[in-house]
């Protein structure tokens, strides 16, 4: 950003060189065609949907018997035209197979509408393995559209297309890129996902190293398979057990690595979850889209819901940063959407098709050159939560946007079956606010307003231990910067102290809750979202206060557990939201009375303090954020 001093971020001397340019070898191949997914659980309909006759999908091919008609324009199918143009210097793309048999291809596109319109087309007879290339110029989706490819056979006729490859033309040289996988104590998960990169040649050839920073206790090099998959992944594979500093550190291990080990500054570190369900064409995706960007950019994938395989987290999204709303779907974007279905209002298919401008994104799967590493820091030693966002929107603040590329996609546990009410919400409160206070007009009232709306929200819902969360995460915030100089190690330890000491933090199975018989537990329904919110707030105030119930005891659904319903029991036994056991939450006048006192004072001391605090974290910045920092944390 012109007139903003950048804070040091300079490579360590470079010892082992790792990661130069590479000449480039013919086309760059942007993605794959692929027409069934990594697991058996992900249907072929996102890759390849039959729409007509019988054709048989297979990993890197299909064949269509006569009569039959099978279309790309699927999530995975799809080229991203549109952020191609916008963000990319190439100016069109080819869709290049080889074909055996009789039939028709042709290039679909589409416009920010989802009209489509056919764009080259190619009819075969008699191919014996002859390569066909169709091509799409990448002029007309500036504002929205994809390409895909469509197969086709008449009466008579079968066609066997395979080695689908869309590319565009490379550039002078080739970005190096090391994946950096961060994991902590599940060993079983990770090594999967090195067995699926170890497995795809094609996403191996792309990577210069691949990083795993090992923070458990069960340690991934622990398992029968490891051995196996260090050998087929050979010197690429960099095995690190270090200090659990959580996500923050363990991604940014890979941005520390990268920067000590690199003989060029045009470099990509693709950081990448331990838990997810790994398409592996996601790095032949992200790292092509990387080398022909105009400018530097940080580039996204998405993320799909591992236990409903077909949905759409969200398209793009960004925060609310001054009120601590993270996770907000950008306008147009689609969001928990089912990719095989349909938009109720429109009856569309739930295909996105205008270009999103995206906040931030995920660290389940983002790619960050090291241009902005070089210009803004690494990350701040949040421990984890909120460390994605806030390096997006510092990055932006130097004129790095962040990119989130369709089609570029990893399943991830869903988020909305993780219960809120946990240790890492403290995390999530703390590292929000101090987000605000950096790249926010941090409004003191409003953000006092918001906390103090979610407390009384706990506490009428008898959310003791969330409740002490919050206030702590408050008082963290107001201790200034030295709260993040051991990386969050003993806030960790310290919040998980504290919140042992409220029952209704713990979970139980519903048939065996303590001191409750487990038939005197029936379900008591929520009445609707109240018409007049401030004045059913008030009065369930009043009868809190007073002492007054309507139920005793009930079981209440994690879906209708709002603070209203919740408010009318002496003893509420809620559901999980991961939906493997129970809550109890009982009220406990004298918890809530110090607990909504202790809240009082503490945001109290938000409004005066604050701004005083966040010129601390502004002057802190790039100490926090610098290499030594950080050396100093990995202990090395």
Not at 23 to 32: F, I, N
Not at 245 to 273: K, Q
Request: charged letters at 25%; one cysteine or more; proline letters at 5%.
């Amino acid at each position: 950003m012109p007139g903003k001093a950048a804070p040091v971020a300079e490579a360590a001397p470079a010892g082992q060189t790792r990661f130069a340019e590479h000449a480039p070898e013919g086309r760059l191949t942007a993605q794959r065609g692929l027409y069934a997914g990594p697991a058996p659980i992900v249907s072929k309909d996102m890759y390849a949907e039959v729409v007509q006759g019988n054709a048989q999908r297979e990993r890197g091919s299909v064949t269509l018997e006569p009569s039959a008609k099978v279309t790309g324009n699927t999530y995975f199918g799809r080229f991203p035209a549109s952020y191609w143009q916008r963000w990319t210097t190439a100016t069109e793309v080819k869709a290049e197979a080889v074909v055996t048999g009789d039939g028709l291809l042709s290039l679909g596109a589409s416009d920010m509408l989802g009209d489509p319109r056919v764009v080259d087309a190619q009819q075969v007879s008699g191919a014996k393995s002859v390569k066909v290339e169709l091509t799409g110029k990448l002029d007309k989706f500036h504002d929205g559209g994809a390409l895909w490819l469509d197969l086709e056979t008449e009466g008579g006729q079968t066609l066997r297309v395979e080695q689908v490859r869309w590319t565009v033309d490379a550039p002078e040289s080739i970005r190096p890129t090391a994946v950096t996988i961060c994991t902590m104590n599940r060993a079983d998960d990770c090594l999967k996902n090195l067995q699926a990169l170890a497995a795809d040649v094609s996403s191996l050839d792309t990577l210069d190293a691949i990083y795993v920073a090992d923070q458990g206790t069960d340690l991934v090099e622990s398992r029968e398979g490891f051995e196996q998959v260090a050998k087929d992944l050979g010197e690429k594979l960099h095995y690190i057990k270090q200090p659990n500093l959580g996500g923050a550190g363990g991604f940014t291990r890979g941005l520390y690595e990268v920067a000590g080990h690199t003989a060029t500054e045009h470099a990509n570190v693709l950081f990448m979850d331990d838990d997810v369900l790994l398409e592996p064409d996601l790095v032949v995706r992200m790292t092509a889209f990387s080398n022909r960007s105009a400018n530097p950019i940080i580039v996204g994938g998405q993320m799909l819901n591992l236990l409903h395989p077909n949905q759409l987290h969200v398209g793009a999204e960004y925060a609310r940063l001054n009120t601590l709303e993270p996770g907000q779907p950008v306008q147009h974007s689609l969001s928990t959407a089912d990719l095989l279905g349909v938009d109720e209002e429109t009856g569309a298919p739930n295909r996105q098709e205008r270009r999103l401008d995206a906040g931030y994104n995920g660290w389940w799967s983002c790619l960050i050159p090291y241009e902005v590493v070089k210009a803004i820091g690494y990350p701040l030693p949040f421990f984890f939560q909120w460390d994605d966002a806030e390096y997006s929107y510092r990055a932006r603040e130097y004129g790095f946007p962040t990119v989130t590329l369709p089609g570029a996609g990893v399943w991830h546990a869903d988020f909305h079956w993780k219960d809120w009410d946990e240790w890492h919400r403290y995390f999530n409160l703390r590292n929000s606010i101090i987000t605000a206070a950096l790249h926010s007009p941090f409004n003191l009232n409003l953000l006092s307003r918001v906390l103090l709306a979610q407390l009384v929200r706990y506490l009428l819902g008898m959310q003791y231990g969330l409740s002490a969360t919050l206030i702590k995460a408050v008082e963290d915030f107001l201790e200034g910067p030295e709260i993040l100089r051991d990386g969050g190690v003993e806030a960790m330890k310290e919040i998980r102290r504290i919140r042992d000491a409220y029952p209704e933090t713990k979970r139980h199975k519903a048939t065996d809750v303590p001191g409750i018989a487990s038939n005197d537990i029936g379900i008591i329904n929520s009445a609707p979202r109240p018409s007049m919110q401030r004045l059913v707030l008030i009065k369930r105030v009043l009868d809190k206060v007073l002492g007054r119930s309507r139920f005793g005891l009930g079981a209440v659904s994690i879906d209708e557990a709002h603070w209203w319903h919740v408010a009318l029991f002496d003893t509420a036994v809620v559901t999980d939201a991961s939906q493997e056991g129970v809550r109890v939450r009982t009220y406990d006048k004298v918890k809530m009375f110090d607990l909504a006192k202790r809240g009082a004072k503490v945001l109290n001391r938000l409004r005066k303090e604050g701004a005083g605090v966040q010129e601390q974290y502004k002057r802190a910045m790039p100490e926090l954020t610098s290499r030594d920092n950080w050396k100093r944390l990995y202990e090395l």
